[in-house]
Nanobody
Framework: VQLQASGGGLVQPGGSLRLSCVVTGFTLDRPAIGWFRQAPGKEREGVSCLSTLNDITHYSDSVKGRFTVSRDAAKNTVYLQMDNLRPEDTAVYYC???????????????????WGQGTQVTVSS
């Protein structure tokens, strides 16, 4: 089982980025999967999660309306479209999944059983 995240970078406030998480070892037809972030000095938080069983999503209040999580089953890939980025979105972003359940809400509010490596997102002018 492997999650490979990519797509981070430096962007100005108000800009957009799309992160990708390529999944190997399981298919995106049941587990919960999502995106987490950790800023310096802060705890890791779940920001955008998706149930691959029923496509129900969950977003943290800090990103609701600006971030969108989606999947491409054919490519076994999950995306995070981030729009209207703010300096406070600066963090290392991680892809995480839990093969034991399908709840996007539970995933975003717990610790996933499977993590990918992080990708740095920096929002700065």
């Amino acid at each position: 089982v492997q999650l490979q995240a990519s797509g981070g970078g430096l962007v100005q406030p108000g800009g957009s980025l799309r992160l990708s998480c390529v999944v190997t070892g399981f298919t995106l037809d049941r587990p919960a999967i999502g995106w987490f972030r950790q800023a310096p000095g802060k705890e890791r938080e779940g920001v955008s999660c998706l149930s691959t069983l029923n496509d129900i999503t969950h977003y943290s209040d800090s990103v609701k309306g600006r971030f969108t999580v989606s999947r491409d089953a054919a490519k076994n890939t999950v995306y995070l479209q981030m729009d209207n980025l703010r300096p406070e979105d600066t963090a290392v972003y991680y892809c995480g999944a839990d093969l034991g359940h399908s709840s996007s809400y539970v995933l975003c509010n717990s610790r996933p059983s499977t993590w990918g490596q992080g990708t740095q997102v920096t929002v700065s002018s």
